[in-house]
């Protein structure tokens, strides 16, 4: 005899994952998990091929985000599996991306920490004439920066004006390009001392955002498991 195959409603299969009925009917209008059975009174019926399908969306956002994880499943119910793959890469590429990154920071800290740079002596913001010698290189340069995104002074109608923060991040340029860092790098960096409100600060964060990155890598490992689950038992 056939064995009976489970059935649920809307309210079950939340209850299963953890979610309200209505997400699970907004995830079915959405076309990330499979359309239900109607009853005859037009009821929505669930089964088992629901529950995994549903687990496997569910872990995805933890790990890739709702909008990846929506286009994978969305990929997969269409049969679209290349298209759902590529998804997965691009994801991980990125956050090898974030992952290198973090560690471009750490060693940028290492860097200041041992050769720490000079610090205005006043709030008085100087010209780039000025901070070009005090850095021993041409005002060339430090446009160059400016327009890869690591620097941003104030700007009037004939000049660039520098104030304490300006001349910190481009001491820090300076000390990162010495170290042989491209500018697209330096600019990550730059951009992460602002984040965390100055070198010494994001010295402290560094850590929390390697757990961070490693915690979202291990969320990305179950979604993919999960999927690869659902995949399995759906062909």
Do not use: C, F
């Amino acid at each position: 005899m056939k064995p009976q195959t489970a059935r649920y409603r809307p309210v079950d299969l939340g209850r299963a994952v953890g979610l309200s009925a209505q997400a699970v009917r907004n995830y079915e209008q959405a076309g990330t998990i499979p359309p239900a059975a109607r009853t005859a009174t037009g009821y929505r019926v669930y089964t088992d091929d629901h529950v995994r399908a549903l687990t496997a969306y569910v872990a995805l956002i933890a790990g890739y985000g709702h909008r990846a994880a929506g286009e994978i499943m969305k990929s997969v119910l269409g049969d679209d599996l290349p298209t759902a793959l590529a998804a997965l890469d691009t994801a991980h590429i990125q956050l090898h991306r974030d992952r290198e990154t973090v560690e471009r920071v750490a060693a940028a800290v290492v860097l200041l920490a041992s050769g720490p740079p000079a610090t205005l002596t006043s709030d008085r913001p100087i010209t780039i004439g000025v901070l070009a010698h005090r850095l021993g290189v041409t005002p060339a340069t430090l446009r160059k920066w400016e327009r890869a995104g690591i620097l941003a002074p104030a700007r009037s109608r004939t000049a660039r004006t520098y104030h304490a923060d300006d001349v910190r991040d481009a001491e820090l340029a300076h000390l990162l390009r010495r170290g042989g860092y491209p500018l697209q790098h330096i600019a990550a960096v730059i951009e992460q001392v602002h984040a965390a409100g100055g070198p010494g600060p994001l010295a402290a964060s560094i850590d929390q955002w390697r757990e961070r990155i490693t915690a979202r890598g291990r969320a990305m490992l179950t979604g993919s498991a999960r999927l690869a689950d659902y995949l399995s038992s759906s062909t």
